[in-house]
């Protein structure tokens, strides 16, 4: 199965700044379905990216995905206090389907 | 605006069998794929396995002897069995609305908020 492995574990920053997360995977991840997920406590996980770079329905344009191969990022433009939250990326190219460990966004 | 709910016994016996019901509210969902999700305590988010509205049904190798997903497309409901449990199926399970664009691969649109259900006599 492929494995994914998110850095950093716990990202803090302050409102405005600029938030890159990655995630890479133990081999190339077929067709570049790659997904990310936020989740905040309390509340249903929530889509945000499917397909690396295409942003679910209602997602703000401040979340951008990319990459390819086994290197992919998801990239929060200016940091907003609703954003804190633990973030997932998950591959569904191949069986099983695999989630990463899951980055912590904090904000200061 | 569509929700996923997950009902069901939030205590299980080890050996015993964890059975759970997902229903949705609102209206319908917009995937096709049933899908189950867990996570144990300290640990990652773990697919279970999906049931596609048709009946066909995947499941995660490591699970797929004990588990089980079906799918009532009149109620909008979908239920997981978990046959012979122990302390490691302890875990927040989710449902979820999986979508496919990759054959018969997901990636989930919707999700239920989770339930923890803990295995213990």
């Known amino acids: 199965?492929?494995?994914?492995?998110?850095?950093?574990?716990?990202?803090?920053?302050?409102?405005?700044e600029r938030a890159t997360l990655s995630c890479r995977a133990s081999q190339t991840v077929r067709g570049r379905?790659?997904?990310?997920?936020?989740?905040?406590?309390?509340?249903?996980?929530?889509?945000?990216?499917?397909?690396?770079?295409?942003?679910?329905?209602g997602i703000p344009d401040r979340f951008s995905g990319s990459g390819s191969g086994t290197d992919f990022s998801l990239t929060i433009s200016r940091l907003e206090p609703e954003d804190s939250a633990v973030y997932y990326c998950q591959q569904y190219g191949s069986s099983p389907e695999t989630f990463g460990q899951g980055t912590k966004v904090e904000i200061k | 605006?569509?929700?996923?709910?997950?009902?069901?016994?939030?205590?299980?016996?080890?050996?015993?069998?964890?059975?759970?019901?997902?229903?949705?509210?609102?209206?319908?969902?917009?995937?096709?794929?049933?899908?189950?999700i867990r996570q144990s305590p300290g640990k990652g988010l773990v697919w279970i396995g999906y049931i596609y509205y048709s009946g066909n049904t995947k499941?995660?190798?490591?699970?797929?002897?004990?588990?089980?997903?079906?799918?009532?497309?009149?109620?909008?409901?979908?239920?997981?069995?978990?046959?012979?449990?122990?302390?490691?199926?302890?875990?927040?399970?989710?449902?979820?609305?999986?979508?496919?664009?990759?054959g018969s691969y997901v990636y989930f649109d919707l999700w239920g908020q989770g339930t923890l259900v803990t295995v213990s006599s």
């Open chain 1, 33 to 57: 379905f790659l997904a990310w997920y936020q989740r905040k406590p309390g509340q249903a996980p929530r889509l945000l990216i499917y397909g690396t770079s295409s942003r679910a329905t």
């Open chain 2, 59 to 102: 499941y995660n190798p490591s699970l797929k002897s004990r588990v089980s997903i079906s799918v009532d497309n009149d109620k909008m409901q979908s239920s997981l069995r978990l046959t012979s449990v122990t302390a490691a199926d302890t875990a927040v399970y989710y449902c979820a609305s999986g979508t496919s664009t990759s």
């Open chain 2, 1 to 36: 605006q569509v929700q996923l709910q997950e009902s069901g016994p939030r205590l299980v016996k080890p050996s015993e069998t964890l059975s759970l019901t997902c229903g949705v509210s609102g209206s319908s969902i917009t995937g096709n794929y049933w899908s189950w």
């Open chain 1, 1 to 16: 199965e492929v494995v994914l492995t998110q850095s950093p574990g716990t990202l803090s920053l302050s409102a405005g």
